[in-house]
């Protein structure tokens, strides 16, 4: 089973990254964004044939080493 | 909203401090107003616990220009050119998330400097981890380490001296303590004091987020158990805009259109404003609609309280917003009107036109409470050690076993993430007692160093807080630098429990007495109360960098080994004190007993004669003796060389690990030229300096003689065990 | 001899190659990112540091300023460009050097004295230096890995453009000597017009033997030549 992890920072935390590629982009003449955020994105295979088993072990991933949980949120998708 | 008195709490407060607020504004505070007063307050900015002892630190001598009280303390190195420094802890954000928390520790600091008009030239940093099997060590360890580099590295100011120590006693609170060193003209130096009425309040730098809200709380505040719920208060580094920051504000302190200066530390705008208010006798008046918000719907209390980073308020001249500003829009930063000064004295915070705080500036300084906490000295437990008592070892298996040990490993591995050589000014990196730096196009340099030793101060205050001014004193005059000035950073556990506060309060009378001797003033420092878990506190661990001056810089001096057949000199008297040793802690794990003695007028004299040696250029190196002795300081002379050496067995002294394993103090080892041994021989003698003359360098082998005898290539690599296999 | 360099927001060895020029007699010019205009320059500098923080990537940022225009007209010219250390990044990243750089094998920063060897001395940039010659130089980046694909490989070369390679004091250029995991321990590489050199070491910290040494000097000097 097929899993996809976006991990983006928490929405009040600081992203100095997301900040300069934001303005950059205003620079380049692209007027109408309005903000963003950067993160990671994981894909990840499990071999699992019950879904709820397979989500429970891919949060477990997360909360163990993918996410810093500090300063980070994640969201998991099947694909 | 009521203020409860779990609200009071909650803030970090007692109900008696609470009583005390009622008091000063003769009415109930709002919930901002109770939240401004729990910043200024706590143990971090209004030092309640600490300004009784504090005040008797020397903070004078003819080399200080400003002392303890601004940003940072600063001295006069002779011309026109002026040495800014400061060290400042950041533990309690760097165990919740090690990256960020030492990150920001070192950007807080170096914008400390870069306040007072300095352009920052150095970073050190002492930082002390718990046991390296507990489980948290290593990745907090890793973290530290990159956070301290990442920042460093991107702003661009050399990382180039520090220590790191590993003891049990911070396994569950480690210490990240960053040091930040900077240049400045004599006639260019800028202070927190606001000065005249109406004048504009302007805010630079990053927007204001939801960052480390009641941050300056938690710094003072115990762990438990709970401390995960913390978490989100820590706030994220970013050190690119901290370098626009500083380039933005060394390029408008060109010219004079700042009044005053102050930094966005821990308690954010809050204190920067009460304190700048504060020392100019003003009142301060900000309309927080103008608060550049990094989220939406932000309220008071979160602009007031956030500690997001980078961000610095500066008291303006009439007619310099334009040029200013056309400044700060090239560095692409904010630079915004928040406010004005008033002559009210009292702090004013405006909101949606309304006022919505309003506290007098006295009551949240100078009215700040200030406790004489009881304390008392600990009674020390005498302990003789006996050899006889304990399992044989072979001095050869003794000096391996310390040269493998965490604490006493190589830490290249550290100060290799470290740029020690941007700005082309580092003569001398880490790695020897105290790094160099030249003063940009000129001939001469300083040298700092930072120290502790919390062995020596848990087992007694006293002597272990005089010890370590000696060391760092020691740790200069080794590179022929001539001392002028310490910061220190006081980390302790709980100030409330009674033997907690006699640790700082004896630790800070053994710092003063050295100080006062040595004419080594204290021009800026810190206190960290409440390191410690679940009422175990930590060793008390005073840090203490140190400033010299080398006034015409030749080829610089450290410790290693530079020839074949020159001497070896020991200054100072062995005495062989093994109490305390890292001998014993590292090999019978014992940690009984006193540390070794200081004696302040062989300490003055060694020093300043060893200085003088170093000045006629009749040292080839030189390096002090302290943790582990004289064969791990030989060890280290030997291993960062070409050559080893050969050292004769003691005369006097019979139990040879006393002689080659005992710490005693206010010795040096000094390599000099088999021609100029008379010469130094007849001024030692002249100086009343005791002194032996120990052996000499020689190819290839480290040796003690019919003792040991061990290539330099293996005992280097000995040295760089430890981390490879952890 | 005219030089410019380039300051981008982020950069910190921008002052160190300008003393470096000052002192080797170039008539040297500081030129922020945000100008249109470039001043009449024999050699321009892509100064080390972190451009915008090394956000996104390296240089990438940095890569779309105003002024890296001026710079690409100026190289398509003839002009000589030196882009150290995260001027490489930026060299990479403008397509002014083909490859790219990596993070280094050992995920960290290193900062230390390296050896490196001249492996080619027949351009502008070594002409000073002995053939086969180890110089002691100094590195410090998270991104020095230096990757690229088969075939421009093939063209560094066969076209002597590998300028210099990691080695160890003795000269050997293998895995051992090779501080971040660089193809072919590449430090330093030539676009195919010999006009454009991007390296990872720092040249300017070895211009002082008061600070480290004078390894440097000859990089330099070979364009004055």
Partial sequence: MKFSVTVTLKKDVLDPQGKVIKNTLNDMGIKNLNNLRQGKYFEIEVNETNLTLAEKTVNEMCKKLLVNLIIEDYKINKI | MKITDHIVEKHGLSLNEYKEIKRLLDREPNLLELGIFSAMWNEHCSYKSSKVHLKKLPTKGKQVIQGPGENAGVIDIGDDDAIVFKIESHNHPSFIEPYQGAATGVGGILRDVFTMGARPIALLNSIHFGSPKHFKTKSLLNGVVSGIGGYGNCIGVPTVGGETKFNKTYNENILVNAMAVGHVKKNKIFYSKAKGINKSVIYVGSKTGRDGIHGASMASAEFDENSDEKKPTVQVGDPFTEKLLMEACLELMQDNSIISIQDMGAAGLTSSSVEMASKGGLGIELDLDKIPCREENMTPYEMMLSESQERMLIILEDGKHQKSKEIFDKWDLDFIKIGKTTSTNNLTLKFNKKIVGEIPIDALSNQAPMYNREWKSRKVSKFNFNFKDFKKIKLEDALIKILTSPNHSNKDWITNQYDQSVMCDTVQKSGSDAAILRIHNKDKAIAVSVDSSANYCKSHPFSGGKQIVCENWRNLISVGAKPLAITNCLNFGNPENKEIMGEFADCLEGIKLSCEFLKYPVVSGNVSFYNGTNKKNIYPTPVIGGVGLIRKLSKPLNHIFQKEQSNLILIGKTFGHIEQSCFLKEIYSLDEGLPPEINLLNEKNNGECVLKLIEKKLVLSAHDVSDGGLLIALAEMAMSSNYGAKIKKPKNLTNLFKYFFGEDQARYILEIEKKHCSKVEKILKDNNIYYENIGFTQKEYFEIESELKISIKDLFKINNQWYNNY | ?225
């Fill in chain 3, 1 to 225: 001899m005219r030089s410019s360099v380039i300051v981008f927001p982020g950069s910190n060895c921008d002052r160190d190659i300008a003393v470096a020029l000052k002192k080797m007699q170039f008539k040297n010019q500081m030129v922020w990112h945000k100008e249109t205009v470039l001043p009449k320059s024999d050699l321009i500098v892509l100064p080390g540091g972190f451009s915008y923080g090394d956000y996104l990537r390296s240089g990438a940022i940095a890569g779309k300023s105003l002024i890296i225009e001026e710079v690409i007209k100026a190289a398509k010219a003839g002009c000589f460009i030196l882009g150290i250390c995260n001027g490489f990044q930026i060299l990479t990243e403008t397509g002014l050097l083909k490859g790219t750089l990596l993070r280094n094998k050992n995920l960290r920063f290193i900062n230390k004295d390296v050896q490196i060897k001249v492996i080619n001395n027949k351009t502008n940039f070594s002409n000073k230096y002995k053939k086969d010659q180890i110089l002691k130089i100094n590195i410090a980046h998270n991104e020095g890995n230096y990757f690229t694909d088969p075939s421009h490989l093939e063209e560094l070369r066969k076209e002597n453009l590998i300028i210099f390679k990691y080695c160890d004091v003795k000269g050997n250029i293998d895995e051992s000597s090779n501080p971040n995991g660089s193809l072919e321990n590449i430090a330093g590489i030539l676009n195919s017009n010999k006009n454009i050199l991007g390296m990872m070491p720092h040249p300017e910290r070895m211009t002082d033997e008061m600070i480290s040494n004078n390894d440097g000097i000859n990089l330099f000097s070979s364009l004055l030549n």
